[in-house]
């Protein structure tokens, strides 16, 4: 086999194109095969491509929070099966001790063989947020889980496929034997089906891509993306400067960063010590999350147009201690790590580098239901300010890039009314450049129902930089049908009964530089 040892630049954008549209492929069938409204409408899921080594190549505009994890759960699938991974072998995990976010996000990973490799020579995954995967509430987002075993049903390197047969008997015994049983496992095993379906494209497109190019070149630019990514970041990566920042969060616990430049060898470390020690609730960040906010934070300080990929973390060196709130051992809850901490992360990396306020920082995770119904949904807010723009109004920032459940659809698949959903007048922070506003949501039920809040920056404001002031922290409760008002904390679960109205109103973002 002969080696291509330089890209040429033409075809070098011709591939980063390619393997982020096959990504965009994989996505497009997840989403029309879909059953859950999670997935199928508020395209809360990524897709993404891999090398023999489980690195990430290119993925599709999807989940920040799951596209800088997903090589974590790969590798791990690779270190666990190596030899024993068959060609038709679908696998499914969401082990947060193994480069998964939190239990709802299930990844199915397929290995791609060609002809009689008896190696994989890439994997392809798709990472999808199951509307309910167990646990103590409906929705598999308890506010106040302890353990992950609270949190639902926990899949590690699991065979969903064993060499083409689809293995529903199995699969459907581990959703139902659990102390806290998934709810519906007919939608889990469906949606499995779809991200099954999603990486059987991306095993057909990369066949035709070999098949045109020939093996030696697509691996080849595999590995010359990969490089282009690394030399984008250094470059970004030269005209930063050292940084610190500590930020606290509505518990009191604290992520404190230290960033430094190495000027010589165009690198940067990202040192975690001193944030909080593993917590008693479920704001612990499993690793992967932590890692997958820092690749989000060093890929947007970017300006060339690359796929976010294993060349970016390259000239980053991450520390976290282990046994912190970012680095937890098992079995520490993690449910609100992956939404709410690492939302707190990209913050506190953007005040340590000075180069934007804090967002809302937080995804207003929101999730109802009941035996029949479990509905999950995170809600936009305010963008920070930064060096020469305003915030944006009324987005989902940073980690979160899911989209909103139509109201047409919500009242059709669910007992509920979307009574007012509207922006936040006067909730960004002021300054030269201005915080975006938050949103208040009103949603009122129409049968008995178990809903959940699990959110940040209800006590703590999000912050302002170089002058700026903080945007409006947020604010939940409940309009009982009698009139009587109920507020909430920053996590809550509450019963809703008919005619109850659940209120949120979200935080805005902080303004950048002096008025």
């Known amino acids: 086999m002969y080696t291509i040892s330089q890209p040429d630049p033409v075809r070098l954008e011709i591939f980063k194109n390619l393997y982020q549209f096959i990504a965009e492929q994989m996505g497009i069938v997840l989403q029309n095969t879909a059953a859950s409204v999670n997935i199928k409408e508020r ?37 666990d099966y190596g030899d024993t991974i068959k060609p038709g072998n679908v696998y499914l995990s969401n082990n947060p001790y193994n480069g998964g976010t939190h239990l709802p996000d299930v990844t199915a990973i397929t290995p791609v063989f060609l002809a009689s490799d008896e190696h994989p020579l890439f994997f392809v995954a798709s990472r999808g947020h199951q509307a309910d995967i167990g646990g103590i509430t409906p929705g598999s987002m308890p506010p106040h889980s302890k353990t ?21 008997n199995t699969v459907r015994e581990v959703l139902l034997n659990h102390p806290y049983p998934a709810r519906n496992p007919n939608q889990n095993i469906a949606d499995f089906k779809a991200q099954i379906a999603a990486n059987e494209r991306g095993v057909q497109e990369l066949s035709k ?44 616990a604290k992520i404190q960063v230290q960033v430094t430049i190495n000027r010589e060898n165009r690198s940067a470390e990202i040192d975690f010590t001193g944030t909080s020690p593993q917590l008693n609730s479920n704001f612990n960040a499993p690793k992967a999350v932590t890692q997958a906010a820092v690749l989000y934070v060093f890929r947007t300080l970017v300006n060339d147009s690359i796929p976010l990929n294993a060349g970016c973390l390259k000239p980053l060196e991450i520390i976290v201690p282990e046994g912190c709130m970012l680095n937890p051992t098992y079995p520490a809850a993690v449910v609100a790590g992956n939404v709410e901490t690492s939302q707190t992360v990209v913050d506190a990396l953007y005040g340590a580098l000075g180069v934007m306020a804090a967002s809302q920082g937080t995804m207003n995770n929101f999730t109802f239901g009941n035996a029949r119904y479990q509905y999950y949904e995170t809600i936009c807010g305010g963008s920070g300010a930064g060096t020469n723009f305003n915030g944006t109004d009324a987005v989902q920032t940073h980690m979160t890039n899911s989209r909103l ?44 129902m178990t809903a959940n809040i699990l959110s940040g920056h209800r ?27 109920e507020d909430l904390d920053s996590t809550a679960t509450v019963e809703m009964n008919p005619g109850d109205v659940f209120a949120i109103a979200t935080p805005g973002g902080g303004g950048f530089g002096n008025l």
């Open 209 to 252: 891509m070999v098949s045109q190019y020939g093996l030696a070149t697509v691996q080849a630019y595999m590995k010359f993306v990969q490089d282009n990514a690394e030399e984008a970041v250094r470059k970004a990566i030269d005209v930063l400067k050292d940084g610190s920042f500590v930020y606290e969060m509505d518990s009191g």
């Open 43 to 79: 395209l809360d899921f990524s897709c993404a491509i891999f090398d023999a080594a489980g690195l990430l190549v290119a993925n599709a505009p999807h989940i920040p929070v799951h596209l800088g994890s997903m090589s974590e759960s790969v590798r791990s699938l690779i270190n």
């Open 405 to 448: 459940t139509d109201p047409e659809v919500l009242e059709t698949r669910y007992p509920v009314l979307l009574e007012s959903f509207s922006l936040r007048a006067d909730s960004g922070g002021k300054g030269k450049y201005s915080g975006g506003n938050g949103v208040i949501r009103r949603l009122r039920f129409l049968e008995p």
């Open 459 to 485: 006590v703590v404001p999000p912050f302002g930089l170089n002058g700026g002031e903080a945007g409006q922290v947020g604010h939940n409760w409940v309009e009982r049908a009698d009139g009587v008002k």
């Open 148 to 168: 992950v075993d609270e949190e639902g049903i926990l899949f590690d390197n699991f065979l969903l496929v064993e060499q083409g047969e689809f293995r529903e």
